[in-house]
């Protein structure tokens, strides 16, 4: 079957609405949250910044997905490179704060595992970026007139952004079932492998012990006295 293109239902309404109107609604912007899976090998440290507005929300979720003992380092600094969060051997965390403007510096720490490497996943929730208002003044061009129809565009406005809002967060919540998912589909490998491997050798040990109880219970029966000539 071939790849299907599903559209959201803004890009369906602005597609509904007279030509003139366009400009105003190409003013929508994709949804500022994003994730992002990788992997941290062992002994290593991996650092990622973001830039940041002013009075502006910023919300980092991470989890490790596999990984001996699924822990790591997390760290987060301002732009002036002062410590918000330091978390030690932590397998998940939600972490928001206030922002300035500036680079919001967030690593992922491995160095305490010799060993082991890391699947971690991380996920960005950027709110009140700047965008909005502009949105809605970009809209208010195009409200004079517009008296005449039933639903007007302030109306329409404040349905995209409640379905934009409510679609935002399904998104949200779908990309941390996966990842638990992810998680726990990793940990049951990790036990059936486990499994498997004792199940093997308790097998060996039983025949071995089996073995040698037949040898010495052979031994006893045996008639050991030589006969003469």
Known sequence: MGDRIWLSFPVLLLAALPPELLPGAAGFTPSLDSDFTFTLPAG????????????????????????????????????????????????DGVHTVETEVGDYMFCFDNTFSTISEKVIF??????????????????????????????????????????????????????????FEARDRNIQESNFDRVN???MVNLVV?????????????????DKRKSRT
Request: charged share 25%; proline share 2%; net charge negative.
């Open 44 to 91: 290593q440290k991996e650092c990622f910044y973001q830039p940041m507005p002013l009075k502006a929300s910023l919300e980092i979720e991470y989890q490790v997905l596999d990984g001996a003992g699924l822990d790591v380092d997390f760290h987060l600094a301002s732009p002036e490179g002062k410590t918000l969060v330091f978390e030690q051997r932590k397998s």
């Open 122 to 179: 991380f996920e960005l929730i950027l709110d009140n970026m700047g965008e909005q208002a502009q949105e809605q003044e970009d809209w208010k061009k195009y409200i004079t007139g517009t008296d005449m129809l039933d639903m007007k565009l302030e109306d329409i406005l404040e349905s995209i952004n409640s379905i934009k809002s409510r679609l935002s967060k399904s998104g949200h919540i779908q990309t941390l079932l996966r990842a």
């Open 197 to 199: 491997f004792w199940s």
């Open 206 to 222: 039983m025949v071995v012990v089996s073995a040698i109880q037949v040898y010495m219970l052979k031994g006893l029966f045996e």
